[in-house]
């Protein structure tokens, strides 16, 4: 399964606690000095190799906020998105399309471990069981809090879905900005990047994914 290949940060996490009660995941607030110590140590060099002076006044504590922030933005190394949904599995009847769209996305690629972001759409039909729906959210974040490129996280947030609750099908539609785009290279001001995934009866069946389609496409807020 997809959230477990995914690869694992030397040391990366130790600063998020995990949340005893199982449900993979806690907001981090505490760092690991360690490592904080560790990663600042080498910004301090890269800001030198920029023809950066670290000391100055601005600077001194950059190293130590970077080293902060990076592992903030990477927490979900340290998350087990499938252990999110399963805290909050139902039996349920209900076998219409489930749908949560909208869902805020930050990640970093991993090419140039810049920022892209943008919205997810999320849905499944269920097949007797059905999850809360601030979990489909959580594991969004989960896998976008890693390196990595839009496509590959489309796709693990498919599989997870599709493993831990065996839905009838799951629709994934990602739309990100890569900020490696915008800011370098080709410098494409306002594209966006579609990707998309599907399982089950969005692959078999087409009236499932135009509706899919129809509804993320409308706005209705
Ligand atoms: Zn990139």
Avoid: W
Wanted: contains cysteine; glycine residues 6%.
């Amino acid at each position: 399964m997809a959230s477990k290949k995914a690869p694992k940060a030397q040391g990366g996490a130790k600063g998020i606690e995990r949340n005893p009660h199982g449900e993979g995941y806690e907001r981090i607030d505490q760092y690991d000095t360690e490592l904080v110590k560790r990663i600042g140590s080498h910004y301090s060099d890269i800001l030198k190799a920029i023809g950066e002076d670290p000391k100055r006044e601005g600077l001194q504590k950059t190293p130590e906020r970077v080293a902060k922030a990076l592992q903030y933005l990477t927490h979900g190394y340290d998350t087990d998105p499938a252990a999110i949904l399963k805290s909050a599995l139902f039996k349920e009847d209900y076998s219409q399309m489930v749908l949560v769209k909208d869902i805020e996305v930050y990640s970093m690629c991993e090419h140039h471990m810049l920022p892209f972001f943008g919205k997810a759409h999320v849905a499944y039909i269920p097949n007797g069981r059905i999850t809360g729906l601030s979990k489909i959210p959580r594991v969004v974040d989960a896998f976008a809090r890693r390196l990595q490129v839009q496509e590959r996280l489309t796709n693990e947030i498919r599989d997870c879905i599709h493993d831990t609750l065996k839905p009838l099908g799951v629709a994934v539609v990602m739309e990100c900005d890569h900020l490696c785009m915008r800011m370098r290279g080709v410098q494409k001001q306002n594209s966006v990047t579609t990707t998309s995934a599907f399982t089950g009866i969005f692959l078999s069946d087409q009236r499932s994914r135009e509706e899919f389609i129809k509804l993320i496409s409308a706005r209705l807020h």
